[in-house]
């Protein structure tokens, strides 16, 4: 069945220092989300990729979706004790969606 | 204003007792979706529901059963409560469908002991 593979699970990154997540799909997918839950909390939308190779920018996060849309990651640049969580990719393909594992982020001051 | 709340924030009840939980939206959106999160926080989705017709019944116990009275709410009641049925339930909602952004609560943590 369709999986979604998400690395690394656990992060644990001065502050200050980069962050990357990476989402894999066994199978072409039509779009991907990325999510943020903070502990205790709900998940969040962040944003949404479409198109193959696509690139989004939000400050300090920059979010990747694959030339063969099977792939994305989401990247942190300088992180900050705000951006303590877990960051979520679920991809979308034939009106279904499947969440990855998830990559909880601990800040060390 | 609450966009997606759920009702109630805890639940602790015994191994064979019927519960449900309540979810609202007052976004306008047309479909409602059930998630369960485990003790790992692996998110998975239940139930999802578009202008009151189930869409999305993923492989869950037949104990688990959506119910719809209308586009707002969807509820999530739960026969027979198993050990394993412990974890935080998400409730969510979207516009026009699933690969649309999805709009959490806060959730509800079922606790069976």
């Known amino acids: 069945g369709q999986q979604v593979m998400q690395i690394p699970q656990y992060q644990h990154v001065q502050e200050g220092e980069d962050f990357t997540t990476y989402c894999n799909s066994s199978?072409?997918?039509?779009?991907i989300q990325w999510y943020k839950q903070r502990p205790g909390g709900h998940p969040v939308f962040l944003i949404q990729?479409?198109?193959?190779?696509e690139v989004k920018k939000q400050k300090r996060l920059t979010f990747q979706f694959g030339e063969a849309k099977k792939n994305s990651s989401l990247h942190i640049t300088a992180t900050q004790t705000t951006d303590v969580g877990t960051y979520f990719c679920a991809g979308h393909r034939d009106d279904k969606i499947i969440f990855g594992k998830g990559t909880r982020l601990h800040i060390l001051p | 204003d609450t966009a997606v709340s759920q009702t109630p924030k805890y639940l602790v009840t015994q191994m064979g007792n019927d519960k449900s939980i309540k979810c609202e939206q007052n976004?306008?959106?047309?479909?409602m979706y059930w998630y369960k999160q485990d003790s790992k926080k692996f998110l998975k989705i239940m139930f999802s529901y578009n202008n009151k017709e189930l869409i999305i019944n993923e492989t869950v116990p037949n104990r688990f059963s959506p119910k719809s009275p209308d586009k707002a709410h969807l509820n999530l009641h739960i026969n027979s409560l198993e050990l394993g049925d412990s974890a935080v339930y998400f409730c969510a909602s979207s516009q026009f469908g699933i690969t649309y952004e999805q709009y959490f609560g806060p959730g509800t943590r079922l606790t069976v002991t």
């Open positions: 976004l306008g959106h047309d479909t």
């Open positions: 990729l479409v198109k193959s190779g």
């Open positions: 199978t072409t997918l039509s779009n």
